[in-house]
C-alpha cells in the first residue's frame, strides 16, 4: 500500500519556468513532510521540509506549499535552471513511534537550457 | 564531519555469495536506516535500528540481516545473494528534526 503519492513520474522544464510536484498523502498522523534532491551518482539529500502548522514555505526558489485539508502538499521551483535536473523525492512521516519515513516514488526533473 | 559514510561504493556478486555493507555515522543520531532503491520503486525501508541495541524490520527485510555494532555503526548483510538484490543501498541516519541524512549508497549487482 502507497501512503504517499507522488506525481509526475517525470517532468521536463524549460530554463526559467515553474516546476510543480505533487504529493498526496493518507496517513493523518504525519506532521513532517520533506523534500529530498537526489542527483544521479549521490544520496538523496534534504531539500524543504515544512510541519502542518504552516501552509506555505519558501527556501530561495522553492517553496512547498501544503494543504491539510487535502492531505496533499507540493514543491514549487521558480526560475528553474539546468541545475536543478535531479530525481526529487517527498516523503511524510509521524513525530510519535519510530519515525520510519515513507517516500513517494520520485520524480524526474530535466531542465532544458 | 564526514556524515554518512557507506562503504564499499560498488560491489559485484555472484548468485549465493555474502556480503557486509558497512555504513558509519558521525552526528551522534540515535536512530539508522538502510533502504534499497530501485527505478520507478522510490526508497524501500529494509531494516531500522530506532537506537543503539535494537533493530527492527522495514517494508523489505528478507533475504537480509543488520547489527547496530554501535552508536555510530550500522551493517547490513546479505547471507545469500539473490539477483533480485542488485540494487543501490543507502543508509541512513535521523536527525533532531525527523530529517534523514544519506550516505553516497553501495551500487550491488548479483549475477
Known amino acids: 500500500q502507497q501512503q504517499v503519492k507522488q506525481s509526475p513520474q517525470s517532468l521536463i522544464v524549460q530554463k526559467g519556468g515553474i516546476s510543480i510536484i505533487n504529493c498526496a498523502y493518507e496517513?493523518?498522523?504525519?506532521?513532517?513532510f520533506p523534500w529530498y534532491q537526489q542527483f544521479p551518482g549521490k544520496g538523496p539529500a534534504l531539500l524543504i521540509a515544512?510541519?502542518?502548522?504552516?501552509s506555505e514555505k519558501k527556501e530561495g526558489r522553492f517553496t512547498i506549499s501544503f494543504n491539510k485539508s487535502a492531505k496533499q502538499f507540493s514543491l514549487h521551483i521558480m526560475d528553474s535552471q539546468p541545475g536543478d535536473s535531479a530525481t526529487y523525492f517527498c516523503?511524510?512521516?509521524?513525530?510519535?513511534?519510530?519515525?520510519?519515513?515513507?517516500f513517494g516514488r520520485g520524480t524526474s526533473l530535466i531542465v532544458h537550457p | 564531519n564526514a556524515g554518512v559514510t557507506q562503504t564499499p561504493k560498488f560491489q559485484v556478486l555472484k548468485t549465493g555469495q555474502s556480503m557486509t555493507l558497512q555504513c558509519a555515522q558521525d552526528m551522534n543520531h540515535n536512530s539508522m536506516y538502510w533502504y534499497r532503491q530501485d527505478p520507478g520503486m522510490g526508497l524501500r525501508l529494509i531494516y531500522y535500528?530506532?537506537?543503539?541495541?535494537?533493530?527492527d524490520k522495514g517494508e523489505v527485510p528478507n533475504g537480509y540481516n543488520v547489527s547496530r555494532l554501535n552508536k555510530r555503526e550500522f551493517s547490513l548483510r546479505l547471507e545469500s545473494a539473490a539477483p533480485s538484490q542488485t540494487s543501490v543501498y543507502f543508509c541512513a541516519s535521523r536527525g533532531l528534526y525527523n530529517e534523514q541524512f544519506f550516505g553516497p549508497g553501495t551500487r550491488l549487482t548479483v549475477l
Open positions: 516523503a511524510a512521516s509521524s513525530s510519535g513511534g519510530s519515525y520510519i519515513p515513507t
Open positions: 515544512i510541519r502542518p502548522d504552516v
Open positions: 535500528s530506532a537506537s543503539e541495541g535494537t533493530t
Open positions: 496517513n493523518t498522523a504525519f506532521d513532517y
